[in-house]
């Protein structure tokens, strides 16, 4: 069952994201109170927790729905997405995923404004892409061409040119 929660989580967490946009840019009618809005929050919290740890475990094993998944022209597709790829090795520095965090939190606090909330909320979408970049990335990490073979650089050894003695 985690497998299967797991493997549709990344989806999952995308409505997740759309809707912490749309709770940040739509007008709360005045009906509502705060606390049905605290609500609401927290079951996307617990319910983004819940994903991410399905997430994990999932990644853990081998799925055979991602399998099925992988198109039969792997390497074409993959070549569609390099931009895709470069924005998930560039998440592999500390530095830079250190000051997309940072970013992130910082304007959090533009949220509160009238005028901040539309940055926040395209802060919010850029989670969602980085998802679908993590999700893209997984299924076809095989062609990834910033892998290097699986994330390993293999060089193959080269053997000696013979040595033509003359006498």
């Not at 650089?153 to 003695?165: I, R």
């Amino acid at each position: 069952m985690s497998t299967f929660i797991g493997h549709y989580a990344p989806r999952v967490l995308l409505g997740v994201v759309g809707s912490l946009v749309l709770l940040t840019v739509a007008p709360i009618p005045a009906s509502i109170s705060a606390q049905v809005v605290f609500g609401a929050l927290l079951v996307l919290m617990t319910l983004t927790l819940v994903l991410a740890v399905a997430i994990f475990s999932h990644n853990r094993r081998l799925c055979e729905r991602c399998i099925r998944s992988v198109p039969l022209n792997a390497s074409a597709v993959a070549s569609r997405y390099k931009a895709r790829f470069r924005i998930a090795h560039y998440f592999e520095r500390k530095s830079f995923a250190a000051g997309y965090l940072i970013a992130v939190a910082a304007s959090s606090f533009f949220g509160f404004h009238p005028a901040g909330k539309y940055p926040w909320a395209v802060v919010q979408a850029s989670l969602g892409y980085l998802l679908l970049v993590y999700a893209t990335h997984q299924r076809l990490q095989p062609w990834c061409p910033f892998c290097r073979g699986g994330g390993e650089h293999q060089e193959v050894p080269t053997s000696p040119t013979p040595v033509s003695s003359t006498l």
